[in-house]
């Protein structure tokens, strides 16, 4: 399984960007498919998850700000990232998962500046 995340970059504060990543497989196939992200010096943690396509899941820490959302004919998971801040700074990374197993995509960076 390969996930190609891409769309990060540099945004001042309240910016916006959107992620976008792309599954070599299915994405119907995963239980469920999502972005994590890691802050230097933080442990990894969950942004937002979609399940099956239809139900989604959003970290508190982004709810009204960040929005998840699929293609599922082109295989593709998105997260639109509205109203930025410093805090989110980090390396985004896109997650599937299938059971037991766990894949990730390389991480991309998304960095907000003050």
């Known amino acids: 399984v390969q996930l190609q995340a891409s769309g990060g970059g540099l945004v001042q504060d309240g910016g916006s960007l959107r992620l976008s990543c792309a599954a070599n497989?299915?994405?119907?196939?995963?239980?469920?498919v999502g972005w994590y992200r890691q802050a230097p010096g933080k442990q990894r943690e969950l942004v937002a998850d979609?399940?099956?396509?239809?139900?989604?899941n959003h970290a508190d820490s982004v709810k009204g700000r960040f929005t998840i959302s699929s293609d599922n004919a082109k295989n593709l998971v998105y997260l639109q990232m509205n109203n930025l801040e410093p805090e989110d700074t980090a390396v985004y990374y896109c997650?599937?998962?299938?059971?037991?197993?766990?894949?990730w995509g390389q991480g991309t960076q998304v960095t907000v500046s003050s």
């Open positions: 979609i399940s099956r396509g239809r139900y989604s």
């Open positions: 497989r299915r994405i119907l196939t995963f239980n469920v």
């Open positions: 997650h599937a998962r299938q059971g037991y197993l766990n894949f």
